[in-house]
């Protein structure tokens, strides 16, 4: 079946540095747009970054681009977002997904085929 496992979450200090990896099966993934997404407690579900399948990048939310660092590597069908200088209002589940490459990354949330089970950062002192 096509899977997104998401995994690299845990407890961290305000500061920290966490590295989520995003491991796709059954389906390749240089064929598809990437998006990751958070949701935080009690919150809805924002996106965060979109890469598309010929490698041009959407940041959904720009003011993270600089602690947050998204990449691919199709060769090893893993997206990873690099996650640097961790604040408390990080903290969130933190969800990959996947959508047949089109000729923009997707808006609409159910335009997203493939979603990963999340993984949990939480960042505290």
């Known amino acids: 079946q096509l899977q997104l496992v998401e995994s690299g979450g845990g407890l961290v200090q305000p500061g920290g540095s966490l590295r989520l990896s995003c491991v796709a099966s059954g389906f390749n993934l240089d064929y598809y747009d990437i998006g990751w997404f958070r949701q935080a407690p009690g919150g809805e579900r924002w996106g965060l970054f979109c890469i598309r399948s010929n490698g041009d990048s959407v940041h959904y939310q720009h003011s993270l681009a600089g602690r947050y660092t998204f990449s691919r590597d199709n060769a090893k069908n893993t997206v990873t977002l690099q996650l640097n200088s961790l604040k408390a209002e990080d903290t969130a589940a933190y969800y990959c997904?996947?959508?047949?490459?089109?000729?923009?990354?997707?808006?609409?949330?159910?335009?997203?085929?493939?979603w990963g089970q999340g993984t949990q950062v939480t960042v505290s002192s």
């Open positions: 997904a996947a959508a047949p490459a089109g000729d923009t990354c997707p808006v609409a949330r159910d335009q997203w085929q493939y």
